[in-house]
């Protein structure tokens, strides 16, 4: 992870630091010619936008603010040179730092863009990672299954224990939205049971592993409360249909 940027971002970076120590000079010039006073306060208002120029560490995003820092310089430089002769560039009604402000308002606008998009980006990027992990154990369970299809040549094997493992990292109701999200359901009930059925042929169990073989097909179910809300029972078994009459 790069903390600080590309070169060309740390040397904009660092010229609006510069830049805001120094404009940080020019507002107590200015507050304390029109005021008589100091307002020590004042130094985040200009430090903040070259603070989050550091964190947010984007070229095109450094270059804009350092350009805003030159022009809030020249025009602080300005107000200051003519304050002794010019009362007025003191306001009447603003304060004389109003400019120093707007920068400061913007660069938190900013900030709070960056947090939303990187906390955006961190939650999809946990789903991709969890979504990884999830097809790497069930093509493992495949591939077990497809293990135990060598010793085993029986038209009906229940194979439900081998998601076990799978199961003790998710739960049933998560392992239920992924196979229903990868494959498609046969929807029924009866006087017993609500239940969805998914069923891999054997074209695509043999694309996980060549073990298997001519007709077998791998038949998931998903038993159901009486709402269809929640998973009460999962059974996964291995059939073969060309003993089927």
Not at 26 to 55: N, S
Not at 133 to 144: G, K, S, W
Request: charged share 20%; glycine share 4%.
């Amino acid at each position: 992870m790069n903390l600080v940027g590309s070169r060309p971002t740390l040397i904009a970076n660092l010229s609006a630091l510069v830049l805001a120590s120094l404009v940080v000079a020019e507002g107590a010039y200015i507050v304390h010619k029109c005021f008589g006073y100091y307002r020590p306060q004042d130094i985040w208002g200009f430090l903040t936008p070259a603070i989050v120029m550091f964190i947010i560490r984007n070229r095109i995003f450094s270059y804009c603010f350092l350009a805003l820092y030159i022009a809030l310089f020249f025009q602080m430089f300005y107000q200051a040179s003519i304050i002794p002769v010019d009362r007025a560039a003191c306001g009447d009604k603003h304060d004389p730092l109003g400019y120093m402000a707007v920068l400061f308002v913007i660069s938190i606008i900013c900030l709070a863009i960056y947090a939303v998009r990187a906390l955006v980006s961190i939650v999809a990027s946990a789903a991709v990672s969890l979504g990884d992990q999830n097809n790497r154990e069930f093509a493992a369970i495949v591939a077990a299954i497809a293990k135990r299809r060598k010793i085993d040549r029986s038209v009906a094997i229940d194979v439900t224990p081998l998601f076990l493992p799978m199961l003790d990292r998710i739960s049933l109701a998560e392992l239920n939205d992924y196979i229903l999200d990868r494959y498609s359901p046969k929807r029924g009930e009866d006087h017993e049971s609500k239940h969805d059925i998914v069923e891999i042929e054997d074209r695509e169990l043999k694309s996980f592993d060549r073990s298997f073989i001519y007709k077998d097909v791998l038949t998931i179910t998903f038993t159901y409360s009486d709402a269809w809300e929640t998973v009460d029972k999962f059974q996964a078994v291995l059939l073969n249909r060309q003993f089927e009459l």
